[in-house]
C-alpha cells in the first residue's frame, strides 16, 4: 500500500533528527526559553524581515489557530473565514470553544477576496450593530486548504481592506513552504510580515516532526501571549525540541528543498491526471491534488494506494486528494501515474 | 552551571530516540490511528490491567488535564483539588478557560483526603444548591506537586468517597513513574484503573520528548474523546512518534528505571540536607527536593545551580525546589551536595 | 411618529398589570420557587399536554435560546440553523460563546426542511468525522424570523429527521402565539411537545412585560436545568413575576386573543402592500411584514412612520419590517396603508 | 408563615407599580434606546456626579456580575475576591463559565483589604508568571454578603492599591443602597465613582420589580459594552420599564426609603438578638442579620417564620440570616423578635 495520504505520514528529516540527536543531552530549560529557541527565533526575524516580531512557536496548527485568534479577539468579535477554512471545518469548532464565531462565507478556490471581506462587513452591518457579531479578523491560508495560493497583488488588496475595516489579517501558514515554491508564487518570505499580522511558518506538514513557527507582527497581539499559550495547552514542557528543529529546518535552506520536492512529486500526479484526462477539482500548484474520480476508478486505485474524500461532486464522483510530501518518493508517484 | 530545575531539560532516552530513528521513514497515517499507536495503547492496556480502557496518548500535561476534565463535565460542574494543585496554580486557569470551576481546599502534603472531599461537598450543599457549582470530579495527582504520593489506602478510600458522592476521581500521572518506585509507595500499576476513573501514565517528564498515555476506564467517559481532543488542539499530527516512544518507554522496564534514577538521585540530595541540618518543605519520597534555605545560601547555590523558589517561608527563608530526571548525572547531585 | 418597530414597543396588557398590582404585596419567595409559577408551570403542562414535561420561565429568548443549547449539548457538539435564524445572525454570537458551533444552512423562508438537516449531516460526515463539529440539534423558530411558519407535516417531517440522527429538535417560539393564530397555521399548541425536546411559548413579543414559558420534554435535557439558568444569569430573583403574568396571559385566552390582533393588523399591511403593487419579501402570515422599497418611498415613509430596515434588495430597494402587535391600533395602520 | 427570607419577596414598591401604569401604553422603542433610559442614565450620572460615565440597565445581579467582569477581562485575566463573594459562590461558576478564574481568598466580615489583595498578587507572583492566572480586577460588594459595609477609607485604600497593580476595582451595589444609608457609613454615592472602574447601585433587592444600573467610569471598559449585554443575554427587549423604573425610584429619594427602612427594621431584630444574649455570625449594620441559634430554637421559630441556613457555626449551632425589606411590616419584626 502506497499512501498520498497527507503530508505528516512520516518522521522527520534526517537532518532535523541528526540535530535531536546531537543536542539530546544538553541541559537546557523548559517552555522555550532556552538557546535554541532563542536562536531560531532571530533566524525567523531575520529571515522573515520582521526585526521586531514575536516569534513563537507552536505544536500544532489547531492550537496555533486557536490561540492567535482567542488571543487576539474580545468576546464579541468573530473572525472571517471561507468556509473551506481548516478553522471552520477541520477542528471540531475549536474556535467556536474559546468563544467566537468564525463568519464563514463561500469561496472560491478556498481564496478570500477584499469583496467577499466586504461583504461578511455588509451582512455585519459594517460592524455597527450591537446584536451581531463584530467581525474584527480575516483568517486565510496559505496554500489554501485546496491546495491554491494568493498572489502578492491579492494579499496585498486583503491587507488593504483589512485595514479599511480594522480587521486583523491571520494567515494560517501549515503548508506555507509549499506555496512558496509553487509556480505562480511571487510572493517572498518577506512579504508575509509586510501584510499579516500574525502568520505562522508550518514545520510539522513539511518535514519536522512537530512545530509552527507563531510570527506576530502586530504590537497590539503580543502583549501576554505566552499566557494564551500556556492557557491553551500549548506550552510545550521540551520547548527546546522546537528550537533544535527549526535550526536544522531553516540551516541552508532545507524547509524549501523538502517543499520543491512535495510539490514537484504532487505537479506530477496533476499533469498526469490532467493528460489522462481528468477533471481537477481545484487548481492546486502545490503538493496536494484533488482530483475528480469515479466511484469505480477510486475502488480499483484503493486497493494499492491510500487516499482520501475531499468532496462530493455527484452521484457517480468523488473528488479525491492525493498529498506528497518531502518523504514521497519519486517512484510511488510513478506508480500512481501509471494506474491512474 | 548545573540544573536542577526540572525533570524536562533534556531530550529523551537514546533507546527512545533510536526506535525513533528506526521508524522515521515507515509510512503510516495520522492522528494516533496507527499500528504503533495500537500497539502501544494495547501495551497500556495489559501493563495497567485494563483490558476495556480507552487509551489516548496526548502531547503534555495541561492538555491532558485540560481535555478530560471539560469533557468529562457538564457546564454547571466542577473540579475539586488541593490549593496547590496544578490544575489550580500552574496553568494560567486552563480549566476556568474550559468554563469549569476549580473547588480548591487546602491540603497538607498537597494530598487531597476523603475529610476534604467531604468537606468541599457540605460547602456546596452536597450538590443540592443550584446556585452553586456542582462538584462532580476529583483531580489528585501523584506523585504530588509537592512530591509525595498516595498509599493504597488513601487512594482506595478517596474511591469510596468519589462513589458516594458521585463524583469521578481524575489521576494526574505527570510523575506517576517517580511515585511507583519511591519509598514508600504500595501501589501497584494495576491499581490505578481499580481506583480512578481516568488517570495518565507520564513520559514528558521521565525520559520522552513528550506524551503523556491517559487510560479512561469509566464508560462513561469514553465517547467523542477523541472530538475533544481535536477540538482543544491535542491531536497530534504524527500521532505515531507516541506510539514509538511509549513502545520504547514500556520496553523492559525502561520507563521505571528512568524513574528509580531519577528517585535515587533525588533522595540522595534530601538525605544529605537533612544530614546538613536544612528543613524539608515537604516530605518527598520522588524526584522533586524541596529544601528550605536562607536568601545567603540560595545567593551562593545560584553561582553554581540552576533552581526554583517554590514556596515563603519566612523574611528570611524560601523554599526551593531541586529537580532530579533519568538524565541527572550523579556527579551533578555529588556537587550540590558538597556546596549544601 | 407611529412605530412599526417592533412588538416590544409598550409595557403589557392592562389585565397582566393589574395582576401584578393585585399580587404586588403577597410575600412569596424567590427565583420561581413560588406558587404563581407553580401554577403557572401546571397550565402550560396542562395546555401544551405535556403532563411531565418540565416548564421554566425565563426573561428573554436570548437567554432561553443560550440556556437550551448549552444546556443540552457537549462540548463537541454544535446546533444546526437556517442562516436567518436568530441565534445565527442577531444575538451576537451568544451559541458561540457558550462554545458551540451554529451549523448555519441556507433556507427559503427561513425554514429548515429535512433535506437541509441531512445536508448539513452530508457535510459533517454524518457525524462520523471527530475533526468536524458533531450537530446535535436542529433549531428552528416559529414564526421564523421572517414572519413564516411550518406545518404540521413540515415539524413532524423534521421530528422524524431528527430522530434519523439522533437530533434533539428545539424550537423557538419568541412569536409562536403569532403563528398559533396565522392563516395556513394547522399546528395546535398540544403538537409542539409531540415534535419537539423543547420549545419555547413566546410572553415577550405578545402583551407580558417579560417571559418565555420554556417547556422540556425531553428527559435528557431535565437535569440540572436550573443551575445553568442560574449560571447563565437567567435566575430571575422576582421569579414570581412570570408565574403571576404567564397566569394572566393564559387566562380566558388572553395570549392568543392579543396574537390575533397583532397578526390581523400586520396582514392589513400585507393585503394593501400587495395590492398598492408592492412585493412582499417573504411571504409572513403573522405579525411581521416585509415589504419591498425604493428608497425614495422609505424617506417618505419615515417622516412619519418608524421601522425597519431588514434586508438589502437591490441598489435602489431595500426590505422594509413592519411588525404590528397587541398594542398596534388599528388607525396606525389605517394611516400607513394610505401612505403606502 | 412570616417570612424574613430575602428583599426580594414581594413586586415593586407602589409610586414604582404605578409609574408602570402610567407610561404602558407609550410607543417608545426597545433595548433601553429609549428616553426612559436616557433620563435615568442622566439621573444616575448627576446623582453619582460621574458626568463621563457610561450608563448601562442590566436586569439581575449575576447578569451585571459576569458581563462586567467577561467584558473587562482577557483570557488569561482572573478577578479577585474574598471567599465569600458572590461570584464566588452564589452564581454557579458563571464566571469561570465565561472563562476566567476566581481568586478568592478568605477575608474577615466579608471584606477585601489592601493587604488580602497584596496576599494575592503575591501568590500569583506579582502577575510575572506566565503559568498563573493574571489577576486583573478586584471584586468587592457594598454591602458585602456578610451585610457588613466599606468606609471612605478602606474603599479608597483598596483603590490605592488596584492603581498599583493595574487591577480594575468593581463594586457589587446588589445591596448599595442598605450600605449608603447604614449607621456608620460615611461613603457618599458620589465616592463610588471616584475609587471605582465600575459599580452598580441595585434595584431589585431594593424594591423595584427587577434592575440594577452599572455605572461605568474606566474608559478602557466603555468600548462595545453593549455587545457583550446582548451575547450574554442581557439585553431586555422592554428596556424602558428599566427607565421608567430608575426614575420613579430616584425621585425625591424614593431609594433611599426604601433602604431605610429596610435597614432600621433589619437592626431592630439585631439589636432584640443582641440584648437576648444571641451571638451575631456577622457585625452588619445593614438590611441582613445574622443570628447564631441552636438546632432546636430553630426548629421553634421555623413554625411561624421563613429564614435561611447561612453558615454552620457548631454541632448544635448554625447562623441563620434574616432578611427586611422595603416591604417588611414592623409588626412582622414585633412577632420575631417577641420569638427569639
Redesign the interface.
Known sequence: MI?F??D?????H?SV?EA??R????????YSMDPFCRHAADTVRELTDCPDADVHFI?????AN??VI??AL???E?VIAATTGHIN??????I???????CAIEATDGKLTPALVREVM?IHCDGKD?????PRMVYISDATELGTIYTKAELAALYEVCREYDLYLFLDGARLPAALVAQGNDLDITDFGKYCDAFYIGG??NGL??GEAVVITNDALKP?F???I?????????G??FGVQFDAYFKDGLWLDMARHAVTQAQRIAKAAQEKGYTLYAQSPTNQVFVVLSHEKIAELEKNF?FEAFG?VDDDHEAMRFVCSW?TKPEAVDALIESL
Do not use: D
Open positions: 499512501s495520504r497527507n505528516y505520514s512520516e518522521g522527520a534526517p533528527l535531536l540527536s543536542s539530546n543531552f544538553e541541559t537546557t530549560c523548559g505544536v500544532g496548527g489547531t492550537l486557536t490561540i482567542s488571543a474580545r468576546p464579541w468573530g471545518v477541520h477542528e471540531t469548532g475549536a467556536e470553544s474559546s468563544g467566537h464565531k468564525v455588509r450591537e446584536h451581531m457579531v463584530l510539522t506538514k516532526l512537530f501576554h505566552r499566557n494564551m500556556k492557557q491553551r495547552g500549548g506550552m510545550f514542557a521540551k527546546f525540541l491510500a462530493h518523504a
